[in-house]
């Protein structure tokens, strides 16, 4: 039996990543639900605001309804369930590596993929994608590493 360590070590510290993203991306999802970026975005328009740093000038009502509208084009609920599916995923691989190690790879790299292809917005930035590169290397570990087999005594 092969020690799953480092996949194991892996798989945790991806899942950990995509539950607090999940719980990051839920948040804004509720926010955006309630108009709060639309709230935000227009006190940042008024020179009075708190908001609005002494010396720099608010924005303008223009630039407050573009950025307005591109939060409103960003599906937060969708990024959600894209995020949290994987997790769930990583769990069940994660419980499954010493066993069936075939299958937990499976598990990890689909739900990379999944998560690549849900997510492609975030993956601009850098830190939403550090989760689906550990499950890939937890994958290919997985379905790489085989038992040694003993060597025979002539």
Excluded: C, H, W
């Amino acid at each position: 039996m092969i020690k799953r360590t480092g996949e194991r070590v892996l798989g945790i510290i991806g899942l950990v990543m995509f539950f607090l993203g999940t719980l990051f991306l839920g948040i804004l999802a509720i926010g955006d639900n309630q108009g709060l970026f639309e709230e935000v975005f227009m006190e940042l328009t008024e020179e009075s605001s708190e908001l609005v740093e002494s010396g720099s000038d608010p924005l303008t009502e223009e630039e407050a309804n573009e950025v307005i509208e591109t939060f409103d084009m960003i599906n937060f609920t969708m990024l959600t369930i894209g995020s949290l599916l994987p997790a769930i995923a990583g769990v069940v691989a994660v419980i499954l590596l010493k066993n069936k190690p075939v299958f937990a790879s499976i598990l990890f790299l689909g739900s990379a993929v999944f998560y690549g292809a849900t997510s492609f917005l975030l993956l601009a930035f850098l830190i939403p994608a550090v989760p689906m590169i550990l499950y890939i290397i937890a994958g290919i570990m997985a379905l790489v590493r085989k038992p040694k087999e003993p060597v025979e005594q002539l």
